[in-house]
């Protein structure tokens, strides 16, 4: 069976509007779809042809210092509860954005913040959408010039970003009755394993051992620390738009797994 567990849309860091990814999603016959940006879920009313559609995000969360990025979806419970944390965390990314503005017009750029984020309504927002707009007033010869100049990590214009500590988005997540897995685990390497140990009384009972971008040796890798553990594997491509270079979207993941996925999805 063909999942797509994992993929982002202009509602946060993708390149195409949500529909546009449902629509690729179907093209490659998925039967079980999630749209999981960044800590919104702006882009989920989406339908898939043919597809279960379900509700999900991608949280990005803070292990001391370390971003961890846990995948959760909709299970029919109190998903409201998690909806209204993610709200604090975009309010959170706004008023960062107005400090880099502010840190902007220090540096002699004027660009309009509150029609930035009014534009961006539900959306996730962040550098990027600074950086566009510093093309479009003029201010940076390209996407990559605002960045290598002024939004850098560390940067004289970045404002760091307080990500929610992974204890309390488990919490969170768990309170709204979602599935939760740990997203691409490559990024982790041994912590993964650490992260799925430490947390699974926590709601963390699943890791994506099926990554669009994993060859088979990387993909049994994850496999197997999911069967040690007793976790669930998820599969998604993590697709960002056509222009990236990730795998396309859909993952195929044999029999005895989707099964015990479908089961997990539906808890």
Known sequence: MRFELHCHSTCSDGTEPAAE??????????????L????????????????????????????????????AFDRGGAWH???????????????RLRVMVARLARRGIAIDVESLLAAADRRSIGRPDLARAMVAAGAASSFSDAFSRHLYDGGPVDVPHQALPLPDALAVGRAAGAAMAL???HLY???????????????LTGIEAFYGAYDPRERARWIALADELGATCTGGS???????????????????RSAALLAWLSG
């Open 183 to 185: 997203a691409h685990p």
């Open 189 to 203: 390497d041994h912590r993964s394993a650490l992260y799925l140990k430490r947390h699974r009384g926590d709601g």
């Open 81 to 95: 509860l998690l909806e209204d944390r993610l709200a604090a965390v975009r309010e959170a990314r706004r008023n």
């Open 21 to 34: 990814v449902a629509a690729r999603a179907a093209a490659r016959g998925v039967a079980v779809f999630a």
């Open 36 to 71: 999981t940006d960044h800590d919104t879920c702006a882009g989920s009313d989406v339908t898939v042809p043919g597809a279960r559609v379900l509700r999900g995000v991608e949280l990005s969360c803070d292990d001391g210092g370390r971003t961890v990025h846990v995948l």
């Open 238 to 256: 993590d697709w960002h738009g056509p222009d990236a270079s990730n795998a396309p979207p859909g993952v195929d993941l044999p029999d005895d």
